[in-house]
């Protein structure tokens, strides 16, 4: 069993950045690709970023040039630095791991942005 706990969401000015953390624990042998997903109210969950244990990332074309991605596979922590946020990147945001065959989710963190 594998435990994701996240961190760092908050409100923001638009044009403002925040950082997320997620840090993973538990019975870990090896993870997988870990990333953010986020879902706005009356909205589908969707992806925002993913990163491979190997470093190899996958973004959102919405969030392209302003989000990073980024993981300590040691400490077993996925981050994502999200940098001229706007308006509509308000949403909760999830960390998701993948570890063997099963994929694991945290509880959210919320992000608001204000315009």
């Known amino acids: 069993q594998v435990q994701l706990v996240e961190s760092g969401g908050g409100l923001v000015q638009a044009g403002g950045s925040l950082r997320l953390s997620c840090a993973a624990s538990g019975r870990i042998f090896s993870l997988n690709a870990m990333g953010w997903y986020r879902q706005a109210p009356g909205k589908q969950r969707e992806l925002v970023a993913t990163i491979t244990s190997g470093g190899s990332t996958n973004y959102a074309d919405s969030v392209k040039g302003r989000f990073t991605i980024s993981r300590d596979n040691a400490e077993n922590t996925v981050s994502l630095q999200m940098n001229s946020l706007k308006p509509e990147d308000t949403a909760v945001y999830y960390c998701?791991?993948?570890?063997?065959?099963?994929?694991?989710w945290g509880q959210g963190t919320q992000v608001t942005v204000s315009s």
């Open positions: 998701n791991a993948e570890h063997l065959i099963l994929r694991y």
